[in-house]
């Protein structure tokens, strides 16, 4: 068991991500998840304009955050977006450094490609010392996420101080083992609750929360309520 297991938390955050539609919003609202995202990446199937932003920015209910996610988009298609959508976190997945990523005044995660990389904890926070956390998923490094591909539990680095989501290939049939398996603060899911890129699938979404808040229940058999 890695480092980042023994501290789990006692209940797994939930993002989904790449939402294109404002129905699935306020579903994934209503079934309780802690974060919605929304894609600006010119390479992402899930990408939105900044009109289709403004519905999903509308339908989101109170207390979900909202995450705009970007990937080696320029500084003014960033500032645009954030002024347009009012994002909580902004979430990067490319070659952006700690210093760009500060520049705009939110917390941010760091998208971190794991697929046939071996990285330790110490030096992402080397890299990126700002973060407020970090998003390990399972592509090879530099190319974009939302492949579906899965991460190896193994590859998973020791010595993470601060919160991270795991991604890559989650779905409503695995995430419970996932979260047995590697403890993470949060999970992130996108393609995992899809019809088609972009499209949400409702009861896949429901399942998709269950699971999480069963397995939680499994790995916290007695909580300490205060």
């Not at 802690?34 to 999903?56: M, N, P």
């Not at 002024?83 to 976190?89: E, K, Q, V, Y």
């Not at 949060?186 to 995992?192: K, R, S, T």
Request: contains cysteine.
């Amino acid at each position: 068991m890695n480092d980042s297991a023994r501290a789990a938390p006692f209940r797994t955050r939930i993002k989904f991500c790449g939402f294109t539609r404002a129905d699935d919003v306020r579903l994934a609202c209503e079934l309780g998840v802690d974060a919605v995202g929304v894609i600006f990446a010119a390479r992402s199937r899930r990408r939105v304009t900044l009109a289709q932003a403004d519905a999903l920015r509308a339908a989101l209910s109170p207390l979900v955050s909202l995450v705009a996610l970007f990937m080696d988009n320029d500084e003014a298609e960033i500032r645009a977006a954030i002024a347009r959508l009012r994002p909580t976190l902004l979430q990067f997945h490319g070659s952006e450094d700690d210093a760009f990523c500060r520049r705009f005044g939110l917390p941010y995660f760091k998208g971190v490609g794991l697929g046939g990389a071996a990285v330790d904890g110490a030096s992402l926070r080397v890299r990126w010392p700002h973060a407020a956390g970090f998003v390990l998923d399972g592509h090879a490094p530099g190319q974009p996420g939302g492949s579906g591909q899965r991460l190896d539990v193994a590859d998973i680095p020791a010595g993470l101080d601060r919160p991270w989501l795991l991604a890559g290939g989650l779905d409503p049939d695995n995430v419970a083992a996932a979260i047995r398996a590697a403890r993470p603060w949060g999970v992130d899911v996108a393609g995992g609750i899809e019809r088609s890129p972009g499209v949400k699938d409702g009861e896949k979404m429901r399942r998709f929360v269950q699971a999480v808040r069963e397995a939680d229940r499994a790995c916290h058999p007695d909580p300490v309520i205060g």
